[in-house]
Each structure stands twice: as C-alpha cells, then as structure tokens.
C-alpha cells in the first residue's frame, strides 16, 4: 500500500537554528511528494513538491529532493525563524490510476522555534 | 479570488444527531475530498469526487456519507454523530488533469465536537 512515515514530533529550535524533518514513504508506483505546512488556525498550505526523482522543491529558505533509492523527502532549512512555528506534513500523490489526485499524508510534526 | 470555504467553523453537537458540514469551492475544480484531523493521525481521507455525481469512499469512511450535485459544493454528513467523530475536518479541492499533479487547496477546516 501508500503511506508515509514521518519524524515524531515536537521539534523545538532556537531561532537560526538548522532544521530537518524526516520522511520516507512507501508506494505502489511513482508519486508526487510534497511538504504541506498548517499555521495555528488555518488550513494546510502547500511549500514545496518534487514531481519525480532527484528533483529537489524549494520554497521559503526551506528545500527537499526526491531520493527514490532511499525512498526519502527529508524537509531542511537552514536557519529557522520564529515565523516558521507550524505542522509540517510530508504526503504523496499519483497522477494517474485510480487513485490519481488522493495525497496521503502522515502524521505531522509540530515546529516550534524561540527566539 | 477563488477560495474555498468551509461552515461552519465551529460545531457543538449531541450523540445521535444528524449533522452536515458544507464546503463550498469557486476555482470551478472537478476534485473534492474531505479529511479530519487527529492528533497522532495526521490527516485522513473520509470521501472524494471526481465530478457531479461522483463519490468514493476513502480510509475512514463509516458513518460519513456525501452526495456531489454541482461542481462547487461536497456537503459532508454524519447520519448519527459520535463521539469518536469529535475532529478537525477539512475540505480541498484540486483540478482533474490525468498524468500531471494538481494542487490541492485547502479550506480554514470546521472544529466539530460530540458530546
């Protein structure tokens, strides 16, 4: 089946501090990737996807690339600011099949920097 | 501006009562899904539509159910409310174009409590 596992949260950092979260994924094909981001309150957010394998997504200062040997979407940035405080959520989705447009997602890990 | 909408955005309700939740897209998409969010799940697909008159079942479907009679609206119902459907639930919608990714968008999501 299509799942994604993602690092276990809450990340608490320092302002300026490196980030990364981790994901891997499983799946029957060759998905889309993406990093989502919820601010408190809202909706989810798209920040950045990668289409196929060795693209790397960038968006905000924040970057992932598509490892499909190691079947990986490891979200970094280097230097985090108060503002980035969020979920993050790592999904996938196909574009064709049966299941074209459905993303899965995992669990979340809750951001939270001080400054 | 298209936007996608969601009401109400808080709801308190009884066991046993029927309740529905609406969403309401103007970027004319094809594509419709409900989720909820659950702390520890991440978010988790309940229905989707490809189109008017189209509906699926998704990973938590039981005791949900949607009807899609136009493109912009996928009502989500819950024939007898329980507790265990006490969530954060989402509406997005994406455009349909086989073979490419299509964004998701999100709605601001409806706090729905059982009591």
């Known amino acids: 089946g299509n799942s994604v596992t993602q690092m276990e949260g809450p990340v608490t950092l320092s302002e300026e501090a490196f980030l990364t979260i981790n994901c891997t994924y499983t799946a029957t094909g060759y998905p889309s990737l993406f990093w989502y981001v919820q601010y408190p309150g809202e909706g989810l957010q798209l920040l950045l996807k990668a289409t196929k394998a060795d693209d790397k997504g960038s968006n905000k200062g924040f970057e992932a690339t598509y490892r499909k040997e190691t079947t990986s979407f490891h979200l970094e940035k280097g230097s985090v600011q108060v503002s980035d405080s969020a979920v993050y959520f790592c999904?996938?989705?196909f574009g064709r099949g049966s299941t074209l447009g459905r993303l899965y997602f995992g669990r979340g890990t809750q951001l939270t920097v001080w400054p | 501006d298209a936007e996608i909408t969601q009401s109400p955005r808080h709801k308190i309700t009884e066991t046993g009562r029927q309740v529905t939740l609406a969403c309401h897209q103007t970027?004319?998409?094809?594509?419709m899904f409900w989720y909820r969010q659950d702390l520890g799940h991440g978010l988790r697909l309940i229905h989707y539509s490809y189109g008017v008159q189209d509906t699926n079942k998704g990973e938590v479907s039981d005791g949900y159910s949607v009807s899609r009679s136009n493109t912009e609206d996928l009502p989500l119902t819950l024939e007898s409310a329980a507790s265990s459907q006490t969530s954060v639930y989402f509406c997005?919608?994406?455009?349909?174009?086989?073979?490419?990714?299509?964004?998701?968008?999100f709605g601001p999501g409806t706090r729905l409590t059982v009591l």
């Open positions: 999904a996938l989705t």
């Open positions: 997005a919608s994406s455009e349909s174009v086989s073979g490419e990714y299509n964004e998701q968008f």
């Open positions: 970027w004319n998409h094809n594509n």
